[in-house]
Structure formats: C-alpha cells, structure tokens
Nanobody, 121 residues
Framework: EVQLVESGGGLVQPGGSLRLSCAGS????????MKWVRQAPGKGLEWVSS????????YYAGSVKGRFTISRDNAKNTVYLQMGSLKPEDTALYYC??????????????RGQGTQVTVSS
C-alpha cells in the first residue's frame, strides 16, 4: 500500500524557515516525480515544487523560486521541502504527492494528508 506522511509544519514568523519532510512507503521513490502542492484557505490547489527523484532535477513555482528548496533521500524514501524567507501568503496546508509525470504540475496518483504551515507574527 502506498503511503505518504508529511511532517514539519507549524507556526513561524514572517522571514522564518521550516523544513517539511515526506516519508514514502509501499513504493520506490526513485521511480517517480515527487511534488509539493499547497492549498490556502478558500483557494484551490497550487503547485509548489517537483523533483525527478531519479535524476535530482528540480522545478519551482515562480512564487517560491529562490526561497524554497526541494530535495530527496532515495535511501530513506523521503522528500523534503526547505522553506525560507517565509511570507504570510505561504500559509497553507502543504501536501506531498507522487506522480509518474512532471506535467501537468498538479497531477498525481497519491497524496499525503498534509501538514499545516502558518506564517504569522
């Protein structure tokens, strides 16, 4: 059974940092693209970042480029999202997702339960 479990969310002040983790089980991470998507209150699902787990190639939405870094540890079957220079508009429920393709950006076959990130003073 495929499972994705996110952790690392929380409350952080503007300008702060957080690192999200996503532990996968029931599949081999290196065979997939892994994605982070988020949903802010009252808004639709927004793609944040993707990584080709085999090659390490990374992709970012314009709104987070230069502030967020996606990475993976294939040995641990885990993907990470290092978030820096956080802004209130980054407040959202962050989901880790698995996909066989890079595009469409928000297409995936499995998604975790999400971890809440709140950026507020």
């Amino acid at each position: 059974e495929v499972q994705l479990v996110e952790s690392g969310g929380g409350l952080v002040q503007p300008g702060g940092s957080l690192r999200l983790s996503c532990a996968g089980s029931g599949f081999t991470l290196s065979a997939y693209y892994m994605k982070w998507v988020r949903q802010a209150p009252g808004k639709g699902l927004e793609w944040v970042s993707s990584i080709n787990s085999a090659t390490g190639s990374t992709y970012y939405a314009g709104s987070v480029k230069g502030r967020f870094t996606i990475s993976r540890d294939n040995a641990k079957n885990t993907v990470y999202l290092q978030m820096g220079s956080l802004k209130p508009e980054d407040t959202a429920l962050y989901y880790c997702a698995r996909s066989g393709t890079l595009l469409p950006a928000v297409r995936y076959d499995y998604r975790g339960q999400g971890t809440q990130v709140t950026v507020s003073s």
